[in-house]
């Protein structure tokens, strides 16, 4: 029978998927600037970007720091994040109602990548890595402060203007007779787009 794996290979495997979620990010993030209506949403995910193209940097040192080849493995966990964002972003929705949904997307993302860098963070002080947890430590934080600065802009205005926009939407659709076409798709009032 092969050797049972150990914590260190398990932390190199993680460092692995994390490497490679970061560099899916490099390529999500320029999407959803792009998609953004917000200014200062898109300053936001452009910023994010920059700093995902250190945390790539740093998981590089990192890597160095423990004798191991820079490596990634497919992060299943994080495709599967931008797969929904993606979808969501093919969907006609008014402004401030795609601003909140990128958000709500990017903020997927960042809870997912604090989850593995917190592990990560764990189990590089168990294993006596200090400066990785240095490193790692740093990226943890811009991750967080990602976050933060999303839930302030939606929390700032953008879900209360998609708010306001849902509300007028039913106004103008209650007057339409029964039976009488608006037109328009039930925007806000069906349940076939989950
Ligand atoms: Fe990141």
């Known amino acids: 029978m092969a050797d049972a794996g150990t914590l260190h ?17 490099t390529k999500a993030l320029p999407k959803m600037a792009k998609a953004a209506s917000s200014p200062d949403l898109r300053t936001a995910f452009e910023k994010h970007l920059e700093e995902t193209r250190g945390q790539i940097e740093r998981l590089e040192q990192v890597f160095e720091s423990l004798d191991e080849k820079v490596r990634g493995k497919h992060c299943e966990g994080i495709a599967g994040i931008i797969e929904e964002g993606k979808s969501v972003m093919e969907e006609d929705f008014d402004d401030a109602t795609m601003d909140a949904c990128l958000i709500a997307g990017g903020q997927r993302a960042e ?15 168990a ?68």
Do not use: C
């Not at 495997?13 to 899916?24: S, T, V």
């Not at 240095?134 to 600065?149: G, S, V």
């Open 111 to 125: 809870h997912y990548e604090m989850a593995a860098y917190g592990t990560l963070i764990a189990w590089a002080k």
């Open 127 to 194: 294993l006596g890595h200090m400066d990785a947890v240095d490193l790692l430590q740093q990226t943890l934080d811009e991750e967080k402060a990602a976050d933060e600065k999303l839930s302030e802009l939606a929390e700032g205005d953008i879900n209360q203007t998609a708010a306001e926009a849902a509300h007028m939407d039913e106004d103008e659709e209650e007057p339409v007779a029964a039976g009488e076409k608006s037109g328009r798709s039930p925007k806000g009032k069906s349940n076939s787009r989950r």
């Open 9 to 25: 290979d398990a932390f190199i495997d993680e460092l692995r998927d994390a490497y490679d979620a970061e560099k899916q990010l």
